[in-house]
């Protein structure tokens, strides 16, 4: 029954858990402890969070035998070819992971373990080893790459292949090898 930390990082991201530590000379910041991050880019669940502000970079862990919970946005656009300005609903990319690395200066995070993502737009989902997640300035998905076991469901639909590529700016996915 410890007391929740609370840290307000501006206006669109809200943090909560048990214990956070920042060590100043490394820039380093440590959050444990039901870990949750509220975002207007993204939403999260952890046991840890580990990020180097310098870097801009961290690591994502859940508690054991649990998976870090997520909240992504997918870059979306309009009929006509233009982006969706307005957050929608069908735009939200869920999941978990065994582990999550994230690399904003890079504008990526990895997901790594047991990955299964559900796309809301189509109700599509898919489950591999491991997904890169590509960002667009906004800190919108443009692209994901799924690697290791990857297989996808839709509605009367179902897809394996040792890869898979998808490109949301064009709704285009590609299957890589073994494509079934």
């Known amino acids: ?85 307005v957050r929608l609903e069908s735009q939200r990319i869920t999941g978990v992971a065994d582990e999550i690395l994230v690399d904003r200066s890079a504008l990526k995070s990895v997901l790594q373990g047991n990955v299964h993502l559900i796309d809301h737009s189509d109700n599509s989902q898919f489950k591999s080893d491991r997904a890169e997640l590509l960002f667009d300035q906004n800190e919108e998905i443009e692209t994901i790459i799924a690697s290791g076991n990857f297989s996808m469901t839709q509605p009367q639909r179902l897809s394996r292949a040792d890869r898979a590529v998808f490109e949301y700016e064009t709704e285009k996915v590609t299957l890589i090898g073994n494509a079934y």
């Open 1 to 85: 029954n410890k007391p929740s930390v609370n840290v307000d990082q501006g206006p669109h991201t809200t943090v909560t858990c048990d214990l956070a530590t920042f060590y100043r000379k490394t820039s380093q910041v440590e959050l444990s402890g039901n870990v949750n991050v509220l975002s207007r880019d993204f939403e999260l669940q952890a046991e840890k969070v580990r990020y180097n502000y310098s870097s801009e970079r961290g690591r994502i862990s859940p508690a054991p035998r649990e998976q870090v919970r997520f909240v992504y946005f997918k870059k979306s656009t309009q009929p006509d070819g233009k982006p969706v300005r």
